[in-house]
C-alpha cells in the first residue's frame, strides 16, 4: 500500500509540477491563445496519431491552464511517456515527449526451484512483458510479487533483484536475479480440537508432513501453500464422509521460526456432532421415472452419514435420466437436520430439463477409416433423443475396433434451441496394419526367416487381412487369412484361412518322417449382446506321413495299423475339425488395454467322420486394474 501510494505521488508531483511550469509559460505570454497547429516532438515507438488522439487539445481550441492540467494528466496515463512537456509558440502548441523504453526481453537468473514458465506470469500480470513499456515505477511491485510467490512455496528467504540493462533505441533489457536461499520445512503440524479421530489419522490425509520416514524417498516435509489449501479441504471431506456435517475449520496459522528456516503449522477445527442418515426420497419432476429412481438410491437409514455417497448418488440419479435423453438433468440432496436425534433426512430434487434430441451426428479424423466403419459401432443414432448410455458404449466400442488412438464426442447446439445438439465424433487414426520380417538363427532350428503382412481396417474398411510364411531347417509354413467382421449389417462375421505347413522330422533330430498338411478353414460368429459373441470353425485338414529313413518295429506298427500300402511307408489322414468359442470382452480398449476384463472359453474337436479323433478345451481369462484415475499405471492378470 506505501508503495502504491509513492508511485501516485510521485506521478500526481510531475503532472503539478509541469502544470506550474506551464502556468508560468502562459503567464509570460498571450493567455487563452487558439491553437492553429500541434507539433509532436521526440516519438520514436508511438504515433503522432496516438498522442493526438490521447490530447484533449485539438486545433481551433484555446489553451487553458484547465486543458493544460487535463492533457498532461492523460498523456502521463498511456503508460508510454516517462516526461511529457507542453509549450506554445503563436498559435503552434508543441507537445514534447520522452518515451518509455521498449522490453527488448525478460530473463531470470538463480531460480532453480521454481521453472521461468512458472514465474513468467507472475511479472507478466504486473505488465513486465517483451514488446511492452518499461514502467520503472513497477518494478518494485514486481519484485514483491515474485517474492510472495516464493513465500507461497515455502522459501521465505528468496530474494529477487531486476537489473535494467540499456540497449540501443531505446530499448532495454530486464534480467530479475533471484537468490533463493534454504526452503522451509514443516517442523510440527498441530490439530487442536479433534476428539473422535486422533492425529496420525488426520495428518494421514493431509500431503504435506513434519515427518518423514527415512525410506520414503518420494516425500519431503517443504511447506506449499497451495498444498496446505488442498490438505485443509482433504481434512473437511474427510470429516464431511464419516457424518461430521457440522464441521469447520475454526483456524489457521503458520509460524515462522527466526532463521526463516522452519515453520509450525497449526489448524483449529470444530468437529461437531456425527450424524446417521434418516430417511432418503425423491422428489421434484420425476416425469414417469419415480419409481426406477427410487430404486436406484443406495443409502440406508442408519448408517453414518457420507458425502461421497451423496454425491455418487445424485450422479447415478442424473445418469439414469441422462439415459433417457435428459442430458442436462439436475439432481440435489436437500438435507433435513434433526440436531436432537442427530439425523439427516436426504431429499434428492430431480429437475430433469428438456429432453435433447440429437439432429445428427459428424465424423471427423478418419483419413483411412470409412464413415461407415464408425458409424457401425455408435449406438447412438440421429434423430433420436441423447443418451449417455449409448454414448460411452459408443466410444467403447469404437476404442475396441483398435483402429483409433483415441475417441472423443464433443456435444454442439444445432440451432437456437437447447434441446437439439449435434455430437461431433473426433477420431485420431492409429496404425493398422504391420509387415514384419525376421531372419535368426539357433543351434537346432538353423537359419531361420520369417515375414508377415497383416492389415486389421484392410482399404479402410474394418476387415482384417494377413499373409504370413517362416522357415527353419526342419518346417517351412505359410498361411493366408482373411475376416469381415460385418459380413451382414447385423454384425454377422465371416471369414476364412488356408495354409501350408511341412515338417521334416529327420531335420530335427527325431524319427526321420515327413509331414505334410494343407488346411482350410471358414469362420462366422455372432453377438449374444453388446460384451458376448460366439463364434464357429469348421476345418479340413489332409496330413500326409511318410518314412524318410531306416524302419523299426514300432514305425512298422503304426505303418501297418494306418497305411493302406505299408511297404511304402506312407499314411494319409483327412480330418474335418470343428471349433466353438464363447468371448465375453468388457476392455476398455484392442489395443493396450488399461481396465476391464476379457474371458474366452474355446472347444475344438475332429468330426466322427474323421481319421483322427481328439478334442482339446482352453480357458482363457485377462483383468487389468488401473492404479490411478489417468491409467497410466497398470495391473493385469492372466
Known sequence: MKISIAKTALAVSAVLGATVCLQNVWAATAQNTVVNNIQVRGLNRVTRGAVLLALPIKPGDVVTQENVTRSMKQLYATGDFDDVKLSQDGGTLYVDVAERPTIAGVQFSGNSNISDDNLRPVIEQQ?????????????????????????????????????????????????LEFSEGISAEIQQINIVGNKAFDDSTLLAQMQLRDDVPWWNFMSNQKYDVQKFHADLDALRSYYLNHGYLKFKIENTAVEMTPDKKGLYLTIVINEGEQYRVGKSTVQGNTLTYGE????????????????????????????????????????????????????????????????VYVAQIQISGNDTTDDTVIRREMRQMDGTWLSNEALETSKTRLNRTGYFESVDVDMQRSGTTADVVTLDTKV????????????????????????????????????????????????????????????????????????????????????DYDNRTIGMEINSGYPLAENWRVDYAVGYENSRITNTGRRFQQADLFWKKYSSDPDNRTATFNNYNLTFSLTHNALDRAVFPTDGNKQVLTAMATAPNSDNQYYKFTAETYHFYPFDIDHLWVFSVR
Open 292 to 355: 426406477g429412481l427410487t430404486s436406484l438410491l443406495s443409502l440406508k437409514e442408519g448408517s453414518v452419514y457420507s458425502q461421497n455417497e451423496v454425491t455418487d448418488n445424485e450422479k447415478i440419479l442424473k445418469d439414469y435420466l441422462g439415459k433417457y435423453g435428459y442430458a442436462y438433468s439436475e439432481v440435489k440432496a436437500v438435507p433435513t437436520f434433526d440436531d436432537k436425534e442427530h439425523k439427516v433426512d436426504l431429499a434428492f430434487n430431480v429437475e430433469p430439463g428438456s429432453r
Open 428 to 511: 485420431k487414426e492409429q496404425p493398422t496394419g504391420a509387415i514384419q520380417g525376421a531372419i535368426g538363427f539357433g543351434t537346432d532350428s538353423g537359419l531361420l526367416l520369417s515375414a508377415s503382412v497383416s492389415q486389421s481396417n484392410l482399404f479402410g474398411w474394418g476387415t482384417k487381412g494377413v499373409i504370413s510364411a517362416y522357415k527353419n531347417d526342419y518346417r517351412k509354413h505359410m498361411e493366408l487369412a482373411y475376416t469381415d467382421p460385418y459380413f451382414t449389417v447385423d454384425n454377422i462375421s465371416l471369414g476364412g484361412r488356408v495354409y501350408l505347413d511341412r515338417y521334416y522330422g529327420d531335420d530335427d533330430d527325431v524319427v
Open 127 to 175: 505488465g513486465l512483458k517483451e514488446g511492452e513499456p518499461l514502467n520503472t515505477q513497477n518494478l518494485s511491485q514486481v519484485q514483491k510479487s515474485l517474492e510472495d510467490f516464493y513465500h507461497g512455496a515455502g522459501m521465505y528467504q528468496a530474494q529477487v533483484k531486476p537489473v535494467v540493462t540499456v540497449l540501443p533505441r531505446n530499448r532495454v533489457n530486464v534480467k
